[in-house]
């Protein structure tokens, strides 16, 4: 995100809560620079283990925001979120940070972080992977929109009638006219 789009977020009469990439080095820099010489407004540790996948997750919050580049409009909270685990038996570790107009503590922070990963997850991913949307040659006018539109579609066709799996639903459906049709 840009500062331009922080700006014209606040001035809609929002708030934001964005992820600084590394197309940001300055403000990531300085984000872990703060993390690492102040103690936190507020923070929260939580371990989860599923199926194949043991995290814990620790959300970190600072309202220090001295030294950010006034432009960006609105902020007034500096999150640093790490992730430590396994997935299928390979250690990870990550470290995400983000900048948000809101003041919040760091369990709300992190409900909100985690709620957008579901849909991360559950759209997002699968109509990236699964229905490859990022790979499409398709880029003039509003077809890109509209094919994005007809996935979406298709994906809570899919949803509604009980398919967790969307790639096994395609290879069930995909030589099968009939059965397709009959979801509509």
């Known amino acids: 995100m840009s500062k331009k789009t922080c700006k014209?977020?606040?001035?809609?009469g929002n708030d934001?809560?964005?992820a600084v990439k590394d197309n940001q080095p300055k403000l990531r820099s300085h984000i872990q620079r703060i993390a690492a010489t102040k103690k936190p407004t507020s923070r929260v540790?939580?371990?989860e283990k599923t199926r194949d996948r043991y995290?814990?997750?620790?959300?970190?919050?600072?309202h220090d925001i001295n030294g950010i580049?006034?432009?960006?409009?609105?902020?007034?909270?500096?999150v640093r979120v790490e992730r430590i685990g396994t997935r299928n038996a390979k250690k990870y570790h990550e470290i995400v940070c983000y900048i948000s107009s809101l003041i919040a503590s760091a369990k709300e922070f992190a409900i909100g972080i985690r709620g957008h990963w579901g849909i991360e997850n559950c759209l997002h991913w699968v109509k990236d992977v699964v229905f490859k949307e990022d790979c499409s040659t398709i880029r003039l006018g509003n077809a890109p929109a509209n094919?994005?539109?007809i996935r979406a579609i298709a994906l809570n066709i899919l949803?509604?009638?009980?398919?967790?799996?969307?790639?096994?639903?395609?290879?069930f459906l995909s030589h099968d006219i009939d059965k397709l049709l009959r979801l509509v």
């Open 159 to 171: 949803r509604r009638h009980s398919y967790h799996s969307i790639t096994i639903a395609q290879r």
């Open 55 to 62: 995290t814990t997750r620790t959300v970190e919050v600072f």
């Open 147 to 149: 094919l994005s539109i």
């Open 69 to 78: 580049d006034p432009s960006w409009t609105g902020i007034k909270s500096l």
């Open 8 to 12: 014209i977020i606040i001035e809609s």
């Open 45 to 47: 540790v939580e371990t």
């Open 16 to 18: 934001y809560v964005i």
